[in-house]
């Protein structure tokens, strides 16, 4: 069973940058990946996903700012998020998408605080 590990987050100034990562047990070439997140109080919203063939798809609240990027090969996946901002504070998971087929992992923390 595929096992996704998150990690990256932190605390960071708004207008800051953070790289997250997600590694996959397996390799996940044959699936359409993406990143959600969920805020305190708010459902998991899918905010990044890019197909097998390498087209990306942003959420309009990240569109400019954050960018995901795969390396199938190491069975990574990245989320380059720039200039965040306090509405972007939220535990990160990634997943297949747009259709979460695996276990969620533990996620990881990303606060956008002064």
């Known amino acids: 069973q595929v096992q996704l590990v998150e990690s990256g987050g932190g605390l960071v100034q708004p207008g800051g940058t953070l790289r997250l990562s997600c590694v996959a047990s397996t390799n996940f070439e044959r699936y359409n990946m993406g990143w959600y997140r969920q805020a305190p109080g708010k459902r998991r919203e899918l905010v990044a996903r890019?197909?097998?063939?390498?087209?990306?798809t942003l959420d309009n609240s990240v569109k400019g700012r954050f960018a995901i990027v795969r390396e199938d090969a190491k069975n990574t996946m990245y989320l380059q998020m720039n200039g965040l901002k306090p509405e972007d504070t939220a535990v990160y998971y990634c997943?297949?998408?747009?259709?979460?087929?695996?276990?969620w992992g533990q996620g990881t923390q990303v606060t956008v605080s002064t």
């Open positions: 997943n297949s998408a747009p259709m979460s087929i695996f276990p």
């Open positions: 890019q197909t097998t063939a390498g087209i990306s």
